[in-house]
């Protein structure tokens, strides 16, 4: 079946700007994760969505960074005012549930602030 | 703060031989996950280990979990080219016993030599 999708696949933007990445979620998983990695900090965890609850924004790293999920399906992870050390790949991943263990990634988009 | 060590960072070795990953983490948890990147590529979920003694296997790979010694190790026999990626470790913090939110290794990248 189809797995985690992400759009786009690259973005290149300039310093100051806003980006939106998209995140579709395996057709019926009610858990949604957004995790980063670059070579400098290597995979962070952002921000987790189980079902209607509060998300844990724990790991977003700065108010810039925000996320929501429409209808308990799609998710839009947006960053303000793009920064150089903003530049990584966005992976979004999905799980049945939170109580089903795995977590299954999507390919990630890649984000370049120039 | 959770740290999650894993060791060696980088490892070559030939095929047919035997070696063994190990990841060590500072705090409690019996969720451990090892996945694995091929470069330019998204993670690939290998094993979920959920409690102390866990012991999983998938064709050349094993891996275990001893949640007193915080510590899992994957163990690679008789490698063939195939395995080389780069493997990473993760252990979930979230609070509420599923899938919450995974704190990574800086991976292992593996090289399998003829």
């Known amino acids: 079946g189809a797995g985690v999708s992400q759009s786009p696949s690259n973005k290149v933007t300039e310093k100051g700007k806003d980006v939106e990445l998209r995140c579709d979620p395996i057709?019926?998983?009610?858990?949604l994760y957004w995790y980063r990695q670059s070579l400098g900090q290597g995979l962070e965890f952002l921000i987790y969505?189980?079902?209607?609850?509060?998300?844990?924004k724990s790991g977003l790293p700065s108010d810039r960074f925000s996320a929501e999920r429409t209808g308990g399906s799609v998710s839009t992870l947006t960053i303000q005012r793009t920064q150089q050390e903003d530049s990584a790949v966005y992976l979004c991943?999905?799980?049945?549930?939170?109580?089903?263990?795995?977590?299954?990634f999507g390919p990630g988009t890649r984000l370049t602030v120039t | 703060e959770l740290k999650v060590e894993q060791n060696p960072l980088f490892l070559s070795m030939q095929e047919g031989k035997n070696y063994t990953i190990y990841c060590n983490y500072s705090?409690?948890?019996?969720?451990l996950y090892w996945y694995r990147q091929d470069p330019g590529k998204s993670l690939e979920s290998l094993f979920v280990?959920?409690?102390?003694?866990a012991v999983k296997q998938e064709g050349r790979l094993m891996a275990s979990l001893d949640t007193k010694a915080r510590l899992s190790t994957l163990h690679i026999t008789a490698a063939v080219h195939d395995l080389s990626a780069t493997y990473f470790c993760?252990?979930?913090?979230?609070?509420?016993?599923?899938?919450?939110?995974?704190?990574f290794g800086k991976g292992t990248k593996l090289t399998v030599n003829p």
């Open positions: 991943a999905s799980s049945r549930d939170s109580f089903f263990y795995e977590q299954y």
């Open positions: 057709s019926g998983h009610t858990a």
């Open positions: 969505f189980q079902g209607n609850s509060a998300p844990d």
């Open positions: 705090t409690t948890s019996d969720r």
């Open positions: 280990l959920l409690s102390n003694g």
């Open positions: 993760a252990v979930d913090i979230g609070t509420q016993g599923g899938s919450e939110k995974l704190v």
